[in-house]
């Protein structure tokens, strides 16, 4: 059975709850582990350290109501274009890392590099951008249904059904990609690159394969995000929004399908329990993540299967 | 012609790791490299795997010249080396390993049908786990199939990177030191196992410090000393050699 399917009952719980703080709590776990499940592909699965998903997550915000806003365009359609840009820019900054053969450390700061020079670009491009102010989304993606005809999702209920939707169909789409061919050549890259060279498989191709994909789902999580929280603003291509995706994916576990989405659930969850100040947020934030590493460096879901073995 | 290496030559700085080498290999056969540490055995493989460009000669395989391509150039075209210390994830199976390997095979059988395995294409499963059966069989790792990596002894573990490289049905096998770490148990086993491989009509290469491993099933040595090539003929003539005995025991025993 797969994984995956764990999911679905989770479109019950506005069912049972009508608790806002809950329902808004999962639509944030649902969008950011989009985020955190793109990560997953090219880092757990493929090993490519990269942090250019927090700006692929900006830049799909920025390009999606940009486009909605100044075409008027319907939010689906305005994905599409936003889905080839981000793919096209992908292949280029991807392009120059692995041609250079960068691993490692210096794939991420090359990477975070690239993701600077991006949010430089939205905070300096006022006439588009509007700067550090951000900008404010009033339009809804709609939905055509049969019988009521185009309606706009608004309001926590049908957002969740969204979100929620969204992630499922990523979550499948990744369980069959890792599950394939081209996810046995991402482990062997991931195992070791000579080794998967002299398998015959050409890791240039397939490293830039999942970097586009994990940036493309990135940019969906941010389109998703800048549309759910009506606002976006260039901290959304940040550093932090890179590291908070890597957190979600080391605690709930990386190189498994429910991982980043039990990441991302706790760590979205996490500060609505702990009633702390920021600074003491900030700080047990951290102190989480290091003993995560240090006791179970397989995140959650990689203990949790462990004890299935077990026992 | 099967392998030809015309004056290979390889330099690190002012280091001369590989210098003019030349050789031939026939199909068939199964050639011996053998040298002291540092006489560029090592490198020699890697020059022919394509995962160090050569700074001057050529080799040619089967017609065409494939100095300088990449390594996945020249996996696809059927030479494949295995790692002196294989390089093995502890928590898979021994059999999920070898599947790893299956890209090659799959990509023969399937070409640019492959995407079509992502709706399901359980035939093209089928075979490949048949032959991930039958290469498990080929080098005596049936019985630790389902077990993981961590759990493999030394022996089995480069065992394991031997059933990886022939999963991608390799028609010229370069081992890099295949038994070197092994006790003599395990080293009379990989010698059946070699033996089989040469059955299956896999061309080998094999390079080693144990000269009496080599000897035994060899039909030919090359015997290298600081990069070049000091002897190249039977067994009994290259171990009789006086430059070769000289290179390993020191020039007063010549």
């Known amino acids: 059975m797969s994984p995956v399917l764990l999911l679905v009952p989770l479109y019950l719980v506005p069912v049972f709850s009508h608790n806002e703080v809950l329902l808004t709590i999962l639509i944030f776990t649902f969008i950011l582990g989009i985020l955190a499940t793109g990560f997953n592909i090219v880092f757990g699965y493929a090993g490519q350290l990269t942090m250019f998903h927090g700006a692929a997550f900006g830049i799909g915000a920025y390009s999606t109501y940009l486009i909605v806003n100044k075409l008027g365009v319907s939010f689906w359609l305005a994905l599409l274009p936003t889905f080839v840009g981000i793919l096209l820019l992908s292949l280029v900054v991807g392009w120059i890392c692995f041609k250079f053969r960068l691993r490692e450390f210096y794939f991420a700061v090359v990477t975070l590099a690239f993701s600077e020079l991006a949010r430089l670009i939205v905070v300096n491009w006022n006439s588009v951008t509007n700067g550090t102010l951000g900008l404010l989304v009033l339009d809804k993606p709609t939905f055509w249904l049969p019988g009521a005809g185009v309606i706009a999702i608004e309001g926590t209920y049908a957002w969740y059904l969204l979100a929620l939707t969204s992630l499922l169909a990523v979550t499948v789409l990744t369980h069959v990609l890792v599950r394939s061919w081209i996810g046995r050549n991402f482990a062997a890259i991931r195992l070791n690159e000579e080794l998967a060279q002299t398998l015959g498989i050409n890791t240039f191709r397939y490293k830039l394969l999942a970097f586009a994909i994990s940036n493309v789902l990135a940019g969906f999580a941010g389109a998703l995000f800048g549309f759910y929280t009506n606002y976006i603003e260039p901290s959304q291509l940040s550093i932090t929004q890179s590291l908070d995706a890597i957190a979600m994916v080391l605690l709930g576990g990386m190189g498994s399908i429910l991982g980043p989405v039990v990441g991302a659930f706790l760590l979205t969850g996490l500060p609505h329990v702990i009633e702390f100040s920021a600074e003491i947020r900030a700080a047990a934030y951290g102190a989480i993540l290091i003993l995560v590493i240090l006791v179970m460096p397989r995140g959650i879901v990689g203990l949790l299967s462990r004890w299935r073995h077990v026992s | ?254």
């Open chain 2, 1 to 254: 012609m099967f392998l030809e290496v015309d004056d290979l030559t390889k330099r690190f700085g002012g280091l001369v790791a590989v210098a003019e080498i030349s050789l031939k290999i026939e199909q068939g056969e199964i050639v011996g490299i053998l040298g002291p540490n540092g006489s560029g055995k090592t490198t020699l493989l890697s020059l022919l795997a394509g995962l160090l460009v050569p700074t001057s000669g050529r080799v040619v395989w089967q017609g065409s010249p494939i100095s300088g391509a990449k390594p996945d150039t020249i996996a696809a075209a059927g030479i494949v080396k295995t790692f002196q210390n294989p390089q093995l994830f502890a928590e898979l199976s021994v059999y999920e390993h070898v599947m790893i390997a299956s890209h090659l095979a799959l990509k023969r059988l399937l070409g640019s049908r492959r995407p079509g395995t992502f709706f399901g294409a359980r035939s093209a499963d089928r075979k490949m786990q048949t032959r991930v059966d039958h290469v498990l069989e080929l080098c005596r790792l049936t019985a630790v199939a389902d077990k993981p990596a961590a759990a493999l002894s030394y022996g089995e573990e480069k065992m394991l990177g031997v059933a990886m490289a022939m999963m991608c049905e390799p028609k010229l096998l370069l081992l890099d030191e295949p038994a070197s770490g092994l006790g003599p148990q395990e080293i009379a086993h990989l010698g059946l196992v070699l033996k089989d491989l040469r059955e299956h009509g896999t061309t080998l290469c094999i390079i080693d410090h144990k000269v009496a491993f080599l000897a035994e099933f060899a039909h030919r040595l090359i015997a290298l000393q600081n990069g070049k090539k000091i002897a190249d003929g039977t067994p009994k003539d290259v171990l009789s050699d006086p430059t070769v005995i000289a290179a390993y025991l020191g020039r007063h025993h010549a």
